[in-house]
């Protein structure tokens, strides 16, 4: 039976903090359409990274943002900072699963919106989906780590939401629809999001595709993979032995599934200089749609 969990949105938005940094790029200049949803890589490493922010990111629509993990530690204050973003402006977060590089940095996410939420700043509620094992992670480590007068938010207006395999919930601007990418190391979900202009995305997580999950995935507008390293440096990384891809894995899983376009993160860092050109080259021998490799703090219109 399908989970569904309503989800208010709250349109109001509050004014970004004085001196905030914008993002140091963005893959399409033009003025944003009404309906238009902007992906935020706040990090594009993987977990052992140092040159780069662990992979987490938000998806901003017309009036909400999503934030997706949070990487490792406190780091994504800076991240958050760096984008523009206030943590006043987030209602709504995704934890895709418990490995370090993903979930340490939501005890500092729970911190700043518990402290902003005793200051008066945060108005409404801050949900956590995730799904039933992280919920009951988070919920320890916040009881046990927050300060008393930050804890007594958690169940009130701080909301830990277990998702099930196949939920459907409404949050942000989105439809999502999570799903079991049957991970070999610990218990990960991925999503499906239904955009406000039509278009869809689907984030695997940061493992190789799952073959049942091919009726989520399939003719998606933009499917969003990680890519440890380059298939031609398979040997010098060893991506198959901890369970991820290469590039041309993830450009031939996107061909297979007849999606349009191919973002590709959750990397090495020993190149970033040449990530970019070098992931992209290895990935167009195998997929001819949109392949982007973005840095961090990259902003790409979806």
């Given amino acids: ?39 935020i890589m706040l990090g594009t490493g993987n977990a052992m990274v140092t040159e780069c922010y662990n992979t987490c990111f938000i998806l901003a629509g017309p009036g909400e943002k999503l934030l997706v993990d949070a990487g490792g530690g406190n780091g994504i204050m800076t991240q958050l900072k760096k984008a ?3 943590i ?22 729970m911190r ?3 402290s902003a939420m005793e200051k008066g700043h945060f108005t409404g509620c801050f949900r956590i989906f995730c799904h039933d094992g992280v919920a009951e992670l988070l919920t320890y480590m916040g009881r046990r780590l927050l300060a008393k007068n930050q804890r007594r938010h958690i169940g009130e207006r701080l909301l830990i939401v277990p998702v099930s395999d196949g939920a459907r919930i409404y949050a942000a601007d989105f439809n999502l629809t999570f799903f079991d990418i049957h991970s070999t190391k610990a218990r990960q979900f991925g999503f499906r999001a239904e955009l406000p202009d039509g ?26 993979s990680e890519a440890f390293c380059l298939y031609a440096d398979r040997e010098i990384y060893h991506p198959y032995d901890i369970s991820h891809s290469t590039a041309k894995d993830a450009a031939e899983v996107a061909a297979d599934l007849g999606v349009s ?11 970033l200089a040449h990530r970019r050109e070098d992931y992209t080259a290895e990935a167009a021998g195998y997929f001819d749609g949109r392949i982007e490799v973005p840095d961090d703090l990259e902003i790409i219109a979806l």
């Fill in 1 to 39: 039976m399908t989970e569904v969990i309503e989800t208010p949105v709250s349109k109001k938005r509050s004014k970004k903090t004085a001196g905030s940094v914008k993002p140091i790029r963005k893959s399409n200049q033009s003025a944003k359409a009404p309906h238009q949803t902007d992906l």
């Fill in 84 to 86: 523009g973003i206030a």
């Fill in 88 to 109: 006043c402006d987030i209602h709504n977060m995704i934890v895709t699963h418990a490995h370090t590089d993903h979930v340490l940095g939501v005890i500092w996410v």
């Fill in 112 to 114: 700043m919106v518990a």
């Fill in 199 to 224: 278009k869809t995305l689907v984030c695997l997580g940061d493992e190789p595709f799952y073959e049942g999950n091919r009726h989520v995935v399939s003719g998606c507008d933009w499917l969003l």
């Fill in 261 to 271: 376009a191919l973002v590709l993160y959750h990397t090495v860092d020993d190149n």
